[in-house]
């Protein structure tokens, strides 16, 4: 079983677009294979949060890790959802793995309750706010299709999108 990192997918991908399908019954092996394989390519990149959507895989799975780089807190969702939020407002600043570079203030609920299930098939329930919480509604939002720019005004949206497509450009360029 490899941890190698895994190629990250890059807007406007049309993976990243596509809603992901719940991990299923048969799907145990892939996922416990592909789990350590998303941490690694989470680490390596670097960043705190990764969709299996974003590595080209189609389920409903995600790694995170908030915690300090010193004393890593991996943690793997499998079919996570949220199943509550809080009609209070928080504003934080988002950054994605497959958007490089852009970042922008985004408006979420304060605080998220989020279920899933643990490798092991254990059902967990937690809720969070802050940085666990944004990252939590951030890295769930791709896995229906959703990136954080889709959270911005038209023309904010627009002018990252355009941004990040003259970076990739450029990068393609001089490589």
Not at 31 to 56: D, F, N, S
């Amino acid at each position: 079983m490899s941890d190698a990192p895994l190629p990250i997918l890059i807007v406007p991908d049309p993976r990243l677009r596509q809603k992901a399908r719940p991990v299923g019954e048969g799907d145990g092996d892939a996922v416990r294979e592909l789990a350590p394989r998303m941490l690694a390519t989470m680490y390596a990149a670097p960043g705190i949060g990764l969709a299996a959507p974003q590595v080209g895989v189609g389920l409903r799975l995600v790694v995170l890790d908030v915690g300090p780089r010193e004393k890593p807190e991996p943690m793997v969702l499998v079919n996570p959802e949220i199943v509550a939020a809080s009609t209070e407002r928080a504003v934080r600043e988002e950054g994605c793995l497959s958007l490089p570079g852009q970042f922008a203030d985004v408006e979420r609920p304060a605080r998220v309750r989020v279920r899933w299930r643990e490798l092991d098939g254990t059902r967990r329930e937690m809720e969070a706010e802050g940085l666990l919480g944004v990252c939590l509604q951030h890295e769930i939002d791709h896995l229906d299709g959703v990136l954080f720019v889709d959270h911005l005004s038209a023309l904010k949206r627009n002018m990252l999108l355009r941004k990040l497509a003259k970076e990739q450009r450029a990068k393609a360029r001089a490589e």
